[in-house]
């Protein structure tokens, strides 16, 4: 069961990844956040793109426990996840976003992804 949970978890970063890489403007429009020049073109490349696209590929060897690194990758990434949804919830007292998404929705999509990745490895 563990290689499909972290898995799952895996497509979703490769995914996020690759539309960073290829598109940053489409992956941050959701927020409202603009990307005026390539500057900021680069930085949405290498943390949503390039750092996605490494925790994809971190967990795909989780998934199939190479190295031993199974439990430690998926802590990990799940202690990561958990802190991004700790800023979502930080944002929700300091200034309330104003709709359910994207804001909402990511945050219960980073609490469900790193309790995936918890109990594939209990």
């Known amino acids: ?26 992956l941050i429009q959701p927020f409202g956040i603009k990307l005026d020049s390539a500057t900021a073109r680069t930085e949405v490349r290498a943390v949503y793109g390039g750092f996605g696209v490494a925790i994809a590929v971190l967990l795909g060897f989780a998934a199939f426990d190479v190295g031993g690194i199974q439990r430690g990758a998926a802590i990990a990434v799940a202690v990561a996840l958990a802190g991004m949804a700790f800023g979502r919830l930080v944002a929700r007292f300091a200034e309330r976003p104003e709709r359910f998404y994207p804001s909402w929705l990511y945050f219960w999509v980073e609490l469900v992804m790193a309790a995936l990745l918890v109990v594939s490895v209990l």
Not at 3 to 26: D, E, K, N, S
């Open 1 to 26: 069961m563990a290689p499909v949970l972290i898995g799952l978890v895996a497509v979703f970063f490769l995914g996020m990844g690759l539309l960073g890489l290829a598109a940053p403007r489409r």
